[in-house]
Every structure is written in structure tokens, then in C-alpha cells.
């Protein structure tokens, strides 16, 4: 990139997202999941990293020396997200995820840098502000996992080809099954959880065994491609890999153990931290009468928060017809997401990250906020303004805004917003776009649940343009 002129440098870097959103060799059909890390300074793990350059060969200078290339480069990438695709639609992959840093707001040039993310954020959406406060430093990807580097993983930053990662799988536990089990009884609801915990484990175990078993054959056997060795050690290192204890509903199991959901009652808040708190404990334990890594994160359940929510109400009716969320008549039910509030609550954005990232320290692999914009666009100004204050103030992990798109199949041309016929041509022949839970999709493909859920969301109209935003300090 060294003395690229701009439209060459413009042009590779349409390329590299339009060739990421095109990938569709994975299931179904759908694009590979794929996250760009950005930084706007160089993160000091690579800092004094030997830089590798074309053909793989190292060009005498470190990573650090790059500082105004890869600056070019990020911004780039934003004014190509701004444009969205050829029909205005915003890109569903690969999802850009800011790191803020201390060092972000310490580099010459970050407001302006700021501005454009936040720009992108409100126009299309697709910024995810990861916060990485003190000296974390974690890599981020799919719907909110992250990898928190610790010394050995910095250690073989020195040699990036190394920094190979793998969650082999996540477990969720459904949390209102452990509520209803209980039946208002606080010591069992803590033993039952515990045996849920118990049981995700010796999932994991299973599975565990399973895949090493596949890759004990080698290059011969089914995971070949995982077992290349080709820097000393083979390319899945299992012995790494971190496996993961996910939960779903706990809006809805405080509200059937305590009367109240999360965002009503302080109780109601402390109980839920004190659940996540024990399941972090559990999984340290586990950790280490196992000799694996087990860690909690939050389960995006694009799927597992309708099949749960149907499940208890084949199992645990007539409770669970009266707890979980949607609408029952038409089977458009769901619990909410992990440890998420009441997405129909109409709290104010501050609140909700205020309150949700009350949870995010307990969540090692990984949190994140939602703010639905529905049609309502913020200014850049606002957007910016928020995300200081939540990095400075609150203990939130991550967050992004989600605006709701409709795009016509017939004209081609995208309106913000979810509407039943195109402003442009009138036809009905339209499909509508917004977050499903982590990243963009379109809204036909969605099962019940989460068309249940979307109908629900709380959009946050107005707020970032009112006084509240300027008054609030958290
Ligand atoms: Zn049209």
C-alpha cells in the first residue's frame, strides 16, 4: 500500500469486501461468516512485529512503521461500506469491528476517524465498536465470540500466522427450563443450574473425544486439512481450543423465579448477575478438573431461542405460555437472548448499555449490545458522542446500531426502513434487511421466533437527537 495512489488504494479495497460478501460456499448458500479486526492505531501487539509483504516475504520494517497505510486503508474500507452494494443494500460480510482503545482517542486523526464509523454506523450500520479498555487485547469475530489474548497468544503475535483460534463448540443451557425445574426455590435453582452446567460439559466432552479421535487419523483421515503441519505444529492446535458455555433466556428465568423481568426491579438485575456469576464459577471449576477451557458466551440463538421457547411450551405449559415472549397464537415465540433485556422495553440506549454491560465482564468469549434504529437515522455527531461515553463510562464489551432496510427485488433500489410495497415503483415484490441477531440478513429467511422478536424490538426514535443524549452522563 506504501504510495498507492487513492483510487488504486479505493479499489482494492472494494475488493476485498466485495469478494468476502460473495463468498457462498458455506452452508445453505450463505456468505461466510467473516470479521476485519481495525484499529486505528497499530495494536501493540504487532507493533514491533517483523511486516511481511508481497510474496510473503519480510520487507525489513515492523508492522509499526505502517501506521499511514494502514490508516489510509481502514478508511478506505468505510467509504466503501457507506456506498453498500449495488443496490444500496449495506454489505452483510465481512462485518468491520473497531477496536476502542485508550490508544484509539491518543492517535492524531481519531475524530475524524471516528466521525466516518459513526457515519457508516448510522447510513448502513455495519460498524461494531468493540471496547477494549486498559490493556485487553482480544480478537473478535462471528456474532460477538472474542479471544482474549494472554501472554503466550501475544508472545505469537511476533509470528501472525500463528494466531490460528477455534471455539470447537458452544453448549447453551436453557435458563428458563432451570426456573421452571425449580419452582421458586433459590438452593434448588442453583443445584439445577449446576447440573445443566454438568451437562453442557460432558457434551463438550463427547465431542471433544469425537474430533480428536477424526484427527488422530492425520492427513489421511477426514480432518486432513486440520492436521497440516506446516510451521512445526498442526494447523488445529486442540490442545487450545476453547469450548463454550452459552445461555439463553435469562430475561425470562428471573422474571419466572423473582416476578420480575430484568429492567424491572434492581432484585430482579442483581439476582440475574448473580446467576451469570455462578456460571462463570462453574465453568472455572470445570476448567480445571478438566484441563480444557471452558468459557461463557453469549449464544446468539438465531435458532435456539425459538426452539427452547417451543420446547417449554410443550413441556412446561400453562407457565410457559405466559412467559415467553412473542406471540403465542401464531407460534411467533422466543425467550430473549442471552443475557439481553426485554428487547420491547422502551429503555433509552444508555440504559440498556449501561445495564446490559453490567453482565459483560462475566462473559469472557464475548458480548454485545444491540440498538435497534429501526428507520430513524442519528447523525454521525450523536453516534460519536455515544460511543466515548459508553467506552468511558460503562463496562459494555461491544455494541453496534441496527438500522432496518427494505431493498425491491423489482427496481433494484433500497429504502430505509421495513415496508410492505416500494416508495419508487409501488411494487410488492420487496425484501426486507435488518440484524437477525449478530449480523445482517434478510428478513424472509427468518424462522417464527425471530420475526416474533423483530415485530417486539423497541426502536430507539429520536433519542440520539434529543436532549437525553447531551444531559446523560451515565
Ligand atoms: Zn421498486
Not at 506504501?2 to 456468505?31: H, K, N, T, Y
Not at 469450548?243 to 422474571?255: F, Q, R, T
Not at 447523525?379 to 455494541?399: M, P, W, Y
Not at 426514535?461 to 437525553?468: S, V
Amino acid at each position: 500500500l506504501v504510495d498507492m495512489p487513492e483510487r488504486e488504494l479505493r479499489q482494492l479495497a472494494q475488493m476485498l469486501i466485495f469478494e468476502f460478501s460473495q463468498q457462498a460456499v458455506a452452508r445453505g448458500g450463505q456468505a461466510i461468516f467473516t470479521d476485519l479486526n481495525i484499529y486505528w492505531e497499530i495494536p501493540r501487539h504487532f507493533r514491533d512485529v517483523d511486516a511481511i509483504g508481497p510474496g510473503g516475504q519480510y520487507t525489513g520494517k515492523k508492522y509499526g512503521d505502517y501506521l499511514k497505510e494502514a490508516q489510509r486503508f481502514a478508511k478506505a474500507l468505510f467509504e466503501v461500506y457507506m456506498e453498500g452494494d449495488g443496490a444500496g443494500r449495506p454489505f452483510f460480510f465481512p462485518k468491520p469491528l473497531v477496536h476502542i482503545t485508550d490508544e484509539f482517542f491518543n492517535t492524531p486523526g481519531h475524530e475524524e476517524f471516528l466521525h466516518l464509523i459513526c457515519e457508516v454506523a448510522a447510513e448502513k450500520g455495519n460498524t461494531y465498536f468493540v471496547f477494549d479498555r486498559g490493556s485487553t487485547a482480544k480478537i473478535s469475530e462471528c456474532c460477538r465470540l472474542s479471544f482474549k489474548l494472554n501472554e503466550a497468544d501475544l508472545e505469537e503475535a511476533r509470528r501472525p500466522w500463528k494466531m490460528r483460534y477455534c471455539a470447537l463448540q458452544n453448549v447453551s443451557i436453557n435458563l428458563p427450563r432451570v426456573a421452571y425445574l425449580s419452582e421458586g426455590d433459590t438452593t434448588k435453582l442453583f443445584d439445577n443450574l449446576t447440573g445443566f452446567v454438568e451437562l453442557a460439559v460432558r457434551a463438550h466432552l463427547e465431542k471433544r473425544a469425537f474430533i480428536e479421535r477424526l484427527l488422530s487419523l492425520g492427513e489421511k483421515g477426514p480432518l486432513a486439512l486440520l492436521c497440516m503441519d506446516r510451521d512445526g505444529e498442526p494447523y488445529l492446535r486442540i490442545g487450545r481450543v476453547t469450548h463454550l458455555i452459552g445461555m439463553v433466556g435469562l430475561n425470562e428465568m428471573v422474571k419466572i423465579h423473582t416476578g420480575r423481568e430484568l429492567h424491572e426491579s434492581r432484585e430482579a438485575l442483581k439476582f440475574g448477575l448473580k446467576v451469570i456469576a455462578h456460571l462463570k464459577l462453574l465453568s472455572e471449576k470445570m476448567s480445571q478438573r478438566y484441563g480444557m477451557r471452558f468459557v461463557l458466551e453469549q449464544t446468539p440463538a438465531e435458532s435456539t431461542a425459538y426452539r427452547f421457547a417451543r420446547l417449554d411450551l410443550r413441556y412446561h405449559s400453562p407457565l410457559a405460555a405466559h412467559m415467553v415472549k412473542g406471540d403465542v397464537s401464531k407460534g411467533e415465540i422466543y425467550y430473549t437472548n442471552s443475557t439481553h433485556l426485554n428487547v420491547s422495553a422502551p429503555l433509552n440506549p444508555i440504559e440498556r448499555v449501561k445495564l446490559e454491560g453490567l453482565f459483560h465482564p462475566l462473559i469472557e468469549a464475548g458480548a454485545i449490545t444491540h440498538i435497534w434504529l429501526g428507520e430513524h437515522r442519528p447523525s454521525a455527531a450523536s453516534l460519536a458522542n455515544f460511543v466515548e461515553k459508553v467506552f468511558r463510562l460503562t463496562q459494555n464489551d461491544q455494541i453496534a446500531f441496527s438500522p432496518e432496510f427494505t431493498t425491491c427485488i423489482d427496481c433494484a433500489r433500497t429504502v430505509r426502513g421495513l415496508v410492505d410495497r416500494c416508495p419508487y415503483c409501488g411494487s410488492d415484490e420487496v425484501e426486507g434487511i435488518t440484524r437477525i441477531t449478530g449480523y445482517f440478513s434478510k428478513v424472509s429467511q427468518w424462522n417464527k421466533g425471530k420475526l416474533g422478536e423483530l415485530k417486539d424490538r423497541f426502536r430507539n426514535r429520536g433519542f440520539f437527537d434529543g436532549p437525553e443524549l447531551k444531559a446523560a452522563n451515565l
